[in-house]
């Protein structure tokens, strides 16, 4: 595991966002798998910054997001759809067709999910998979004591997942109780993984993750067993490393 420190957010988004560029310049046709929440925000701002600048095209990616709540129509500003579109599609050159997103709304949540993982592995697997951590250590939604052979599936939010969501809702009432998610496993099958944090709320998940065991209890202790996984953290999130 590679940890690369930035000084704050601002720095840590721009470290990100070169690995993606270049990425994407070596492998134009790169499959990205892609995060949401608050982590990523400044280096979806990198992003667009640089394609306006430099003209770094998005034509031939293809990319597959995390995770997505469960019943939450997409024109709701806190489901993953609008997040996407808002934050980044709507800004760079990718092509509609060549984006994926879990279908929080489909009909048969199992019957999508499968077909999910199966649109995944039809695109070769991802090359590129950026992460964030939740404060419980959850990576996308798997939330801990989730197994690590699991791929994409329904889960149920845990309390603590719902309340730091919460700040994007008006009330916990509105926050959705389940979740569609890419499994352990889907994740471990990219290639390369890029995981980020910022802030004091993440220095006890960077913590255990950085020194303590693999185990189902620390979803994102399952990185651990992947042999290309980079971490790109500021000074207050591995204040306690
Ligand atoms: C959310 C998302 C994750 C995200 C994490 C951290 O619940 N499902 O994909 O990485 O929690 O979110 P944030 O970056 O807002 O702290």
Redesign the pocket.
Known sequence: MKLIMAKDYQEMSNKAADVIINQVKEKPNTVLGL??????IGMYEALIQDHQKNNTSYKEVHSVN??EYVGLEYTNQQSYHYYMNDQLFSHIDIQADNVIIPNGLAENIDAACQEYEKAIAELGGVDLQI????QNG?I??NEPGTSFDSITHKVELTES?RN??MRYFDSIDEVPTHAMTMGISTILKSKQILLLASGKSKAEAIYNFINGEVHESNPASALKNHPNVTIIADEEALSLV
């Open positions: 995060a949401t929440g608050g982590t990523v995390l995770d992460l964030g951590i939740g959850h996308a939604f997942t730091a969501n």
